[in-house]
């Protein structure tokens, strides 16, 4: 069976997941475009540095996407990491949690989210 089309159900890290209708999943490398059926190992278990967080809803306009960010510097602000984000689109909201290195962007569209995870 071909890898195309289905339903974007879920992202981890870099990997993609697609549903297709006769029940089975593949999974495509968000950066490669490299496709397999097999679950990448550990996809289950990825604290992701990066990728978008959660299981995303059909796409639709207006669909805000949130993005986490790890490894962040010590002693890094809400400001310093909001100016290091707002390049790369219109930020709706920031998290940082500073103590544990990590944060996140929620930006006002898909393509706004997915300019930082490529840059990163």
């Known amino acids: 069976g071909a890898m195309v089309g289905g339903r974007q159900v879920g992202t981890r890290g870099e990997w993609a997941e697609f549903a297709l209708q006769d029940g089975r999943s593949y999974y495509v490398h968000i950066i490669s475009g490299e496709k397999t059926w097999a679950r990448p190992a550990g996809y289950e278990h990825v604290a992701s540095r990066r ?15 949130n993005v986490y960010v790890g490894s962040l510097p010590v002693g890094i602000t809400d400001f310093g990491f909001r100016q290091l984000f707002g ?27 997915q ?6």
């Open 51 to 65: 990728g978008v967080t959660g299981i995303p809803a059909p796409f639709a306009g207006g669909m805000q996407s």
């Open 87 to 113: 390049s790369f689109g219109t930020i709706i909201s920031t998290k940082v949690v500073s103590e544990l290195h990590y944060g996140f962007v929620k930006y006002a569209t898909m393509q706004e989210a």
């Open 115 to 120: 300019n930082a995870i490529d840059a990163m």
